[in-house]
C-alpha cells in the first residue's frame, strides 16, 4: 500500500485538476491508512477536503456529515487564509465553478 501522505497528495491533485470523483476516492484512502507524516492526512485534513468538494459541488448535506467527521479539525490562525487542508474553501469553489461552467458549455 501506499502511504496516507501519498494518497493525500494525489487526492490534492486530482481536486486541482477537477477530478473530483478521483479525488474523493485517494481522500478516502489516505483516511483508512493508520500511519502519516503529516498531522490529519489520515483523519480530518482528507475529511475536511471531502466536505469542500461536496459543499462546492451544492451537495450540502453530504458536506455537512464529512465536516461532522472533523472532529479534531484545528482552526487555522486568523489572517492565515489557509484551511491548513492544502486547499482553501475559496479555491475549492473556483475550481468546481469552472468545471460546471464547461460542463454547460460542452
Known amino acids: ?3 496516507a501522505d501519498f494518497q493525500f497528495l494525489m487526492g490534492l491533485i486530482y481536486m486541482n ?6 479525488a474523493v476516492h485517494e481522500f478516502q484512502k489516505a483516511s483508512c491508512q493508520k500511519e502519516c507524516r503529516t ?28 465536516y461532522r467527521k472533523c ?7 486568523p ?10 474553501r475559496e479555491r475549492g469553489r473556483k475550481i468546481v465553478r469552472k468545471k ?3 460542463r454547460k458549455k460542452g
Open 79 to 88: 489572517g492565515s487564509g489557509r484551511s491548513g487542508a492544502g486547499m482553501s
Open 39 to 66: 498531522i490529519g492526512v489520515n483523519d480530518w485534513l482528507a475529511y475536511y477536503n471531502i466536505g469542500v468538494i461536496h459543499e462546492c459541488l451544492g451537495q450540502k448535506e453530504k458536506a455537512a456529515e464529512w
Open 17 to 22: 485538476n477537477m477530478r473530483f470523483d478521483d
Open 71 to 77: 472532529k479534531n479539525y484545528r482552526r487555522r490562525r
Open 1 to 3: 500500500g501506499r502511504s
Open 100 to 102: 460546471a461552467e464547461n
